[in-house]
């Protein structure tokens, strides 16, 4: 079956700029996790949707940043002013919530260069 | 979260076995994972213990976990060219945050022939 798929694959845009990051997980999926990975700061995790909803926001850097979950399926990772430190490259995972043992999936990951 | 550490270089000669080593911090973690990065792809579940054993062993992979030390290593028996990889040890953050990973930092491993 299909894995998780993240689009755009690269987005060049300039400071200042809003961008829109998507991820569709694979499905019947319930959770999704959105991580980002930067030379400076290896992988950090995000925010996390337990279907529509998000319990857990404490990862997201700042208050440009911002995401939603519709349908229980599509996520889009929102970056309001984009800032040169906000280039990395954005994975999302999904999976299906066990007792701990979490395979999550990861997609190919969206690469953003603020210039 | 607080820091997983790993060092973050390793070169080894094919036929050779790798250690990779790595000091995690929340010793409530219900299972430890070890993720590998290829070059372009994404990343990918290589293998996983649960807190309660000290070995598994799968294939050429064996894991060892150190509870006491909060120390995980991956070991590669006859390490091959295409083990060339960056990998990530992980960590659960916890059940409120659907146990999403906190990842120390990767360990890029350079297999030469």
């Known amino acids: 079956g299909a894995g998780v798929s993240q689009s755009p694959s690269n987005k060049v845009t300039e400071k200042g700029k809003d961008v829109e990051l998507r991820c569709d997980p694979i499905?019947?999926?319930?959770?999704l996790y959105w991580y980002r990975q930067s030379l400076g700061q290896g992988l950090e995790f995000l925010i996390y949707?337990?279907?529509?909803?998000?319990?857990?926001k404490s990862g997201l850097p700042s208050d440009r940043f911002s995401a939603e979950r519709t349908g229980g399926s599509v996520s889009t990772l929102t970056i309001q002013r984009t800032q040169q430190e906000d280039s990395a490259v954005y994975l999302c995972?999904?999976?299906?919530?066990?007792?701990?043992?979490?395979?999550?999936?990861f997609g190919p990951g969206t690469r953003l260069l603020v210039l | 979260g607080e820091d997983v550490e790993q060092s973050l270089f390793l070169s080894v000669r094919e036929g050779d076995s790798s250690v990779i080593n790595c000091t995690y911090t929340d010793s409530s973690s219900t299972y430890l994972y070890w993720y590998k990065q290829e070059p372009g792809a994404g990343l990918q579940l290589l293998t996983y213990i649960f807190s309660n054993m000290d070995m598994k062993q799968d294939q050429r992979l064996t894991v060892l976990l150190n509870k006491k030390d909060k120390h995980l290593s991956l070991r590669i028996a006859d390490t091959q060219t295409g083990d060339s990889a960056i990998y990530f040890c992980?960590?659960?953050?916890?059940?409120?945050?659907?146990?999403?990973?906190?990842f120390g930092k990767g360990t890029s491993l350079l297999v030469t022939p």
């Open positions: 992980a960590e659960s953050i916890g059940e409120n945050s659907g146990y999403a990973l906190n």
């Open positions: 995972a999904s999976s299906t919530p066990g007792q701990g043992l979490e395979t999550q999936y």
């Open positions: 949707f337990q279907g529509n909803s998000a319990p857990d």
């Open positions: 499905s019947g999926h319930t959770a």
